[in-house]
């Protein structure tokens, strides 16, 4: 096992990242392709909506070019505009905000909880005014959010929509439930950087019978065509706004590849979490990191791993010295609330302390499917001699 030179693999860079082939992405591209009709709505999409459908419960799958652009078609959905407020976490991607920015609604930023980093339902608590018409979650690294008690929350307000930003979550579990099944609306990404990867990729899950009609029009550039190829009409029209939502068939091929493959890729995931656990914990109390918490009614969906460290300077330490060894490590979200564009989005000023500790605090360790023990041994072992080393000469 020594062995030199450029494939040997202690001398090579462990990426953030790398997405892997699981089974027949290539093969079902051909067919895709060969078949004449690699654009949207065809075979490969009907396959791979049919799989999400099957594992969340939707009553509808709408594969869309992004998970940012399932979000922009939930915003479209629930006819957002100046006046309205929508409640987002304060710890998550841009678009989740972005999406309901750009209907011209305001953005209220509300507070993570510090063990899961999901939404925090006693700050939302104190966030809903007359104003407030949906509010978004995102289950942070695979874990499910407090779903019980935002719900709670919400009880006393059924006028306001709860959106699942399931970028993470796919496959994770609350109460036995499955992540994604809890918001009218629950948005999916296959971006590259994901679990399920077609490039680049999303899907709007519809939760309500209600809302199947008019997304099917939205989605579909604001046509009836979708009625029109059931049957149901004889011929299609311009109906509704909308947008060129649909995914590639071609890129559905692929995702199905992945879709297919989804047990053996979530136990490869969750091995490779459970690896960096067990590894990591002798050392937590001593080196005063913190793991990742899975409550226990709770199954997570292993979409990243992170650890968090005693405070910035020793993150931005460990990240710079990691990279030196050659594992690139990465920190995550900048507290959106504290962002330009957040600022001037924002329907007033919140306070979100959690976020904002989290954010300097947080460090995420390379992470995916074909991750190796060598490698995730090898990761270990820099972690722990770049924290145990001193952060200053
Ligand atoms: C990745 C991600 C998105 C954006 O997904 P795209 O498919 O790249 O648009 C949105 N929200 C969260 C929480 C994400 O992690």
Redesign the pocket.
């Known amino acids: 096992m020594t062995g030199e030179g450029p494939h040997d693999p202690d001398l090579s860079r462990i990426p953030f990242n790398r997405t892997a082939i699981e089974g027949r992405e290539l093969d079902y591209v051909q067919q895709s392709i060969t078949g004449g009709h690699p654009g949207s709505g065809g075979e490969f999409s009907a396959r791979a909506a049919a799989i999400l459908a099957d594992v969340t419960g939707a009553e509808e799958v709408l594969l869309t070019t ?6 922009e078609l939930s915003a479209m959905m629930l006819d957002v505009g100046p006046g309205d407020t929508v409640v987002v976490p304060s710890f ?2 841009t ?2 905000a972005l999406a309901f920015a750009r209907q011209g609604a305001r953005l209220v930023f509300c507070d993570i909880e510090p063990t899961t980093l999901g939404l925090d339902p006693a700050h939302l608590a104190t966030l809903l005014d007359d104003t407030v018409r949906a509010v978004v979650i ?1 289950h ?1 690294a695979g874990v499910a959010c407090d779903v019980d008690g935002i719900r709670a929350v919400l009880r006393a307000r059924p006028d306001i929509s709860l959106v699942e ?1 399931n ?2 979550g796919l496959l994770g579990t609350y109460h036995g439930e499955p992540l994604g099944s809890f918001g009218r609306f629950a ?1 999916q ?3 590259e ?2 679990n399920f990867v077609c490039g ?3 899907a709007l899950l519809l939760n309500e019978s209600r809302d199947v009609d008019r997304a099917r029009v939205l989605y579909d550039k604001g046509t009836n065509r979708r009625a029109f190829l059931l049957g149901q009409v004889d011929k299609y029209s311009w109906k509704d706004t909308g947008s060129s939502f649909g995914l590639a068939d071609v890129l559905a091929a692929y995702l199905l590849g992945q879709l297919e493959k989804r047990d053996v890729i979530q136990r490869k995931r969750r091995a490779v979490h459970e690896r960096y656990e067990q590894g990591l914990a002798p050392f937590a109390d001593r080196l005063g990191f913190r793991l990742p918490v899975c409550p226990p009614d709770r199954e997570s969906a292993y979409h990243m791993f992170y650890v968090l460290l005693p405070d910035r300077e020793t993150r931005n330490h460990v990240l710079t010295s990691m990279r030196d060894a050659g594992v690139v490590a990465t920190f995550h979200y900048v507290p959106l609330d504290s962002s330009d564009a957040g600022r001037t989005f924002a329907a007033r000023p919140t306070e979100c302390p959690v976020s904002e500790d989290v954010s300097g605090r947080l460090l995420r360790l390379p992470f995916f499917n074909d991750l190796t023990d060598a490698d995730v041994d090898r990761v270990l072992g820099a972690f722990v001699s770049c924290l145990g080393a001193p952060t200053r000469a």
């Open positions: 992004s998970c940012t652009s399932a979000l998550t991607f678009t989740t995102v942070y930003d970028a993470h948005s990404s296959f971006h950087t994901k680049e990729g999303g």
